[in-house]
């Protein structure tokens, strides 16, 4: 009997405001199925999910807005600066992320796809790595990140620095990946190593 065929599981990680989302969708338009974590951490805690109602349970009516969902920029005050909540929150939303992490590869057509990203900022935060037969770390200098940090989320220098301190620093996981894309010198520079990327794990070039 013949093993059944999987596309290539790849997670795309980084620090935050490294340049992941770039990444993620210049890897989308060279054809390559890609998910946001994000995205479905979104939908773990949707209006009328077992996990919005787990999140009311432990913190209270008062993470909602007005329509009876999320309330996501309060809840990030909140789980930034308090380790134990931001804890409590991912002990409700990632095993739901990875079970439909898991169900999407699954569903991959492996003779289209050779491989498939899934961008997950917290992957080594989590422990997910070992789920993953390659991991490519997005990373740009200290001073760079902050500074987009800054501007993207509108936030004061002590904010920012506050959330990236949440994370294991980027040159930890540099130093743990796999693969590495660096942003620093622009657009241009970072879809070149993209595609150089992509050739190689096609199979079209030699590693």
Known sequence: MT??????????TGGIATGKSHVRAQFGRLGVPTLD????????????????????DYFGKDVLDRSGALDRQKMGRRVFA????????????HPEVRRMTDEWFEGLNAAR??????????????????????????TCEPE???????????????????????QLPTADKVVRADRVIRTDAGFEDTDRQVTALHEELSGNTTP
């Open 3 to 12: 093993e059944q065929m999987h596309s290539r599981r790849v997670a795309l």
């Open 37 to 56: 974590s994000d995205q479905l951490a979104r939908e773990a805690v949707a209006p009328g999910s077992p996990g919005l109602k787990a999140v009311v």
């Open 82 to 93: 308090d380790e134990g909540a931001r804890r409590a929150l991912e002990a409700i939303v």
């Open 113 to 138: 796809h050779v491989y498939a990203i899934a961008d997950i900022p917290l992957l080594y935060e989590v422990g997910r790595d070992g789920d993953f037969d390659l991991v490519i770390v997005v």
């Open 144 to 166: 760079a990140q902050l500074r987009r940090l800054m501007k993207r989320d509108g936030l004061s220098e002590a904010d920012a620095l506050q959330r990236i301190a949440t």
